[in-house]
């Protein structure tokens, strides 16, 4: 509260008195270690405005700066006028020097070692000022919205800074990884000119600097630990961004070719040697790379230089990935498929290699653990991988029967039969983007047979060797089919009922079946029976499966304002199933009415 009291005006552009500057200065070492992470967020929204506040502030001061030079110059200007103009002079100055030391203690909290919450803050801090537009270097498209200029100008980027961020893309934290990065990425300066040595003779010694941290990113990519696998993507990503704002294409190209090269060479040792691989060999990051690299991309600059090449490299590279994608999830599946890790432990081992691998399970872990790690985190990281592609590639990159193999074959598959509760939400969006895709080929009824094909799949229990509790992943399956139409149609200015009408039609009959009209080898499915509703409730039904999938759809945030049109429906299939003599349709139908 004193905080807002002292930094508030309702008039943003009424001058700030010198001894705020000097009381919120004194104070803000100890809003960078405040642990309650609500506070934090307050603390910093009220920085964040008196940030604003000074930029808009100096504007106002500055322009009246200059109305009052006018008048200075015409000779028409009293002595209270004459000190006016000093006064406002020396404002200036003073927010100038808030913003520099604001800046150095920054920096200071960047230091690697420091707290999250030291580091987070300061990374907050500094992005607010840079977007602020502080630094007229950065790029206008980096800058906020409704953007004022500084009367001044002070140079954020600088060796320092960039050495602190780098060496905060390896911390352990994914969100202070990727606003180090983001920051990074808005740099005004080429890498390459910040790693010069100033006090260098060697021309070269950029260069070096770059080879090297390209050779450290290989090793960190392919690092069995999640963290470092993802702070190596992000430092190639980095050195995309540095030569495609350069318009070198042919650099950019060969670090693409250089993780294309060594993502196959790793999935090729997965093949022939398993358990080295997923100790020595991980591909996430590989994944991860070509991810961050395709989230930054500019296609136009790649599409110049195929036309002036005559080949377009691009898209090759894109059909590797593709392809890697899918051997990757044939190596794979049959680990995410599995109950558990602990039911693939009689994996072969020479006797070559066991006091090898036995130092290996020592340093990381057993086999079967690092196997489950190894396969979830490959799968998840391609998964997003072929999101991105389907979201930003240009039309010309897929064939309308490469998608449909793609969704059909293996995004279906994935979420039909994987076991792995966080790999449904990994794959779930990347299938939304595939139905998008198919959209807008004009191929909405391959969209529609995929709908069929889960729903009667539903009815025939196709899938019950894999289902794990809540139907694992088939109301995915179905609520993302629905979630593209909606997108799609939103995407069209398109408004339709038509497609969740039919699917929720279709859900409501199934979940109405009557117990006896399930298929089962047992003769008696008499509900009265005792002995048959015992076994009953211990079997996937049709019925339990069609009814996860309606709470599937009415918990979709982005379906809530097509679903609530069949709230009654859904309500009078929920009542009518409280008195249901099986106990798991009385427990679905309970979830469904509070969702």
Not at 71 to 92: A, F, G, H, P, R
Not at 271 to 297: C, D, P, T, V
Not at 303 to 332: F, H, R
Request: hydrophobic residues 40%; proline residues 3%; glycine residues 2%.
């Amino acid at each position: 509260s004193s905080l807002s009291l002292l930094t508030f005006s309702p008039k943003n552009s009424k001058v700030i008195k010198p001894y705020i500057f000097n009381i919120i200065y004194e104070f803000l070492p100890i809003l960078f270690i405040e642990n309650d992470i609500e506070i934090r967020n307050i603390l910093f929204s009220i920085l964040k405005n008196f940030i604003i506040r000074i930029r808009d502030s100096s504007y106002s001061i500055n322009r009246e700066v200059l109305n009052l030079n006018k008048k200075l110059n015409k000779k028409k200007l009293n002595n209270d006028e004459l000190m006016l103009i000093d006064n406002l002079k020396v404002s200036l100055n003073d927010y100038q020097d808030f913003l520099n030391k604001l800046i150095d203690l920054i920096h200071l909290n960047l230091l690697p070692g420091l707290s999250y919450q030291k580091v987070s803050f300061a990374l907050k801090l500094l992005n607010c000022i840079i977007k602020s537009g502080l630094d007229n270097r950065i790029e206008k498209k980096h800058l906020e919205k409704n953007h004022i200029d500084y009367p001044f100008n002070i140079e954020i980027y600088n060796k320092n800074l960039f050495r602190l961020l780098l060496d905060n893309i390896s911390d352990e934290f994914n969100d202070i990884r990727q606003t180090s990065t983001e920051i990074l990425n808005m740099s005004p300066v080429p890498i390459s000119e910040i790693l010069k040595d100033d006090n260098s003779d060697n021309a070269h010694s950029e260069v070096n600097d770059l080879d090297l941290y390209f050779n450290r990113s290989e090793l960190m990519i392919k690092d069995i630990k999640g963290r470092k696998g993802d702070s190596g993507a992000r430092f190639f990503q980095l050195l995309f961004q540095n030569y495609q704002s350069n318009n070198e294409i042919p650099k950019c190209l060969g670090i693409l070719n250089t993780l294309t090269s060594n993502l196959k060479h790793s999935i090729d040792y997965l093949e022939s040697n398993l358990i080295f691989a997923i100790y020595k060999e991980n591909i996430h990051g590989y994944y991860s790379s070509l991810r961050f690299i395709f989230e930054i991309i500019e296609f136009d600059k790649f599409v110049n230089y195929s036309i002036t090449n005559g080949n377009d490299d691009l898209l090759t590279l894109v059909n590797s990935w593709i392809q890697l994608i899918i051997k990757n999830w044939e190596l794979t599946k049959f680990f995410l498929q599995n109950d558990s890790p602990e039911g693939f432990d009689n994996l072969e081992i020479k006797s070559d290699e066991a006091d090898e691998i036995k130092e290996l399970i020592e340093n990381y872990g057993p086999i079967t653990q690092i196997l489950s790690s190894y396969s979830w985190r490959s799968m998840k990281e391609s998964s997003s991988l072929l999101k991105e592609i389907f979201d930003k590639s240009p039309s010309n990159y897929f064939q309308i029967d490469q998608v449909s193999s793609i969704g059909g074959d293996i995004l279906i598959d994935q979420l039909s039969t994987i076991r792995h509760r966080g790999a449904f939400s990994s794959v779930y969006p990347t299938f939304i983007s595939c139905c998008i895709r198919c959209k807008t080929y004009g191929k909405s009824d391959i969209v529609k047979q995929w709908l069929d094909d889960c729903i009667d799949n539903i009815l025939k229990l196709k899938y019950n060797q894999y289902i794990t509790r809540r139907s694992a992943g088939i109301p995915f399956l179905i609520t993302a089919i629905l979630t593209s139409e909606v997108e799609y149609n939103k995407k069209s200015k398109k408004f339709s009922l038509d497609l969740i009408e039919y699917t929720i039609d279709k859900l409501l009959n199934i979940s109405k079946l009557s117990i006896d009209s399930i298929e089962s080898n047992d003769a008696n499915t008499d509900p009265t029976n005792e002995a048959v509703v015992v076994k009953l409730d211990k079997i996937d039904l049709p019925q339990v499966n069609a009814i996860n999938c309606i709470r599937s759809i009415f918990i979709e945030s982005s379906l809530s304002d097509v679903s609530i049109f069949f709230t009654d429906k859904v309500l009078d299939l929920c009542l009518s199933q409280f008195d249901s003599p099986i106990w798991s349709i009385r427990n679905c139908s309970v979830m469904l009415f509070s969702a």
